[in-house]
């Protein structure tokens, strides 16, 4: 499997008791499809690892923890801390339309109604209300936010994000 057909779904924090569980910062929006996950990879550095078989999860606020099949030791689990944790991207849930995930937006060139190019969405943050897509290459950095006065469209099959530029941007 290449990293293309995997989805980060967050970062090993810390390790949670002797047993090898571990805690797993989220970077899921909604933790909802956590259960129906079988399988999770580790992501190591360059290598990926896995797939390890998923035995229990049990949902926090802004983690979870997760007990892994192989990581029945503390030892091991300690050697998987700060590294990503990745799912199949065929696992994750379909979104309504107009919501689109991060890493479908992330290379996106940005282009002005009236057809001048900004750059290419190159990071994202998020700020509560709405997210923020970062944008460079272009005549100078720009912070776009994610509002429908400012994205008129997306679309991915041409990998193009076109957006009106409100005053101050």
């Known amino acids: 499997m290449t990293l293309m057909e995997l989805f980060v779904i967050g970062k090993i924090v810390k390790t949670s008791g ?3 569980r ?3 910062m989220s970077y899921l929006e909604s933790h909802d499809a956590l259960q129906s996950f ?3 990879y580790v992501k190591q550095g360059k290598d990926t690892k896995g797939p390890f078989t998923l035995k229990n999860i049990l949902v926090r606020k802004n983690n979870f923890l997760v007990d892994v099949e192989g990581f029945e030791d503390i030892e091991k689990a300690h050697a998987f801390l ?6 199949s991207a065929d696992k994750l849930q379909k979104l309504p339309e107009d919501e689109y995930y991060w890493r479908d937006i992330t290379g996106l060139k940005v282009i002005t109604e009236d057809g001048h190019f900004l750059g290419i969405v190159t990071d994202i943050f998020p700020t509560g209300s709405n997210d923020v897509y970062v944008c460079t290459g272009g005549e100078r950095e720009i912070l776009l936010p994610g509002i429908s006065d400012v994205v008129r469209k997306i679309d991915i099959e041409q ?3 076109i957006v009106r530029l409100l005053d101050g941007l």
């Open 18 to 20: 002797l047993k090898g």
């Open 22 to 24: 571990l805690k797993v």
């Open 38 to 40: 079988e399988e999770v």
């Open 82 to 87: 700060g590294c990503n944790m990745l799912i």
């Open 159 to 161: 990998g193009v994000m």
